[in-house]
């Protein structure tokens, strides 16, 4: 009897640039927890600063290497200016006015306001981490968060394959407008990474064209 090769000999190859530290353990986090279905192959890649985002983006876009390639961002406070440059030159790149609508995750006014949704439904204000801290403190036992390496490891922690479930929940309630305090559109990006479905692959990249 011969061996039948893997329905998926090579996996979807989808590369995440994250802004800096927290975007990236925790989505580290989330494929370690292996809640993503299998056939995609998620790279991570640390900009170490929100404005290292579009070279860093345009470098993986240009090698050719990944099927689709995202980036993770918080839209910080208004008149998110930083933000609204990153959208503004992913756009230019392409030459086409939507494109960061099809490959910038977000968070409204912060990360934290997606890594908190797995213990609560409240709502995060402000991006300052002094503010957030009692928060954080309540649902993690992390005291003082400043958003330290070995803080964010000790958040990490805390994040489990069951309360993703009601992260995903209470994410896909919030708001998809990126102007809006307490917005997200990662509750779009999960139902995607979670499917067998391959259309949205080529659908994202047709709108990049």
């Not at 998926?8 to 993503?36: M, P, Q, T």
């Not at 908190?116 to 309540?138: F, G």
């Not at 958003?147 to 490891?153: E, L, N, S, Y």
């Amino acid at each position: 009897m011969t061996n039948k090769l893997p329905k998926f000999i090579d996996k979807h190859k989808i590369c995440i640039i994250c802004e800096g530290n927290e975007e990236y353990e925790y989505l580290n986090r989330l494929k370690a927890l292996k809640v993503w279905n299998e056939q995609y192959d998620i790279s991570l890649v640390n900009a170490g600063g929100n404005g290292n985002i579009p070279a860093r983006y345009q470098d993986r876009y240009q090698n050719g290497t990944y099927e689709l390639v995202l980036v993770f961002c918080d839209t910080e406070k208004k008149p998110h200016e930083q933000y609204v440059d990153i959208k503004r030159k992913i756009n230019e790149f392409h030459g086409v006015d939507s494109a960061a609508d099809e490959v910038v995750i977000f968070a409204n006014p912060c990360t934290m306001q997606i890594i908190i949704k797995h213990w609560t439904d409240e709502n995060i204000k402000s991006p300052a981490k002094k503010v957030n801290a009692p928060l954080i403190e309540k649902y993690t036992g992390v005291e003082n968060y400043k958003g330290r390496t070995d803080q964010i490891k000790r958040v990490m922690e805390c994040v489990t394959a069951e309360n993703y479930a009601d992260m995903c929940r209470r994410v896909s309630e919030l708001d998809s407008d990126d102007s809006i305090g307490g917005s997200s559109n990662f509750g779009r990006f999960i139902i995607l990474f979670e499917n067998n479905i391959l259309g949205w692959l080529e659908r994202i990249n047709s709108q990049l064209e």
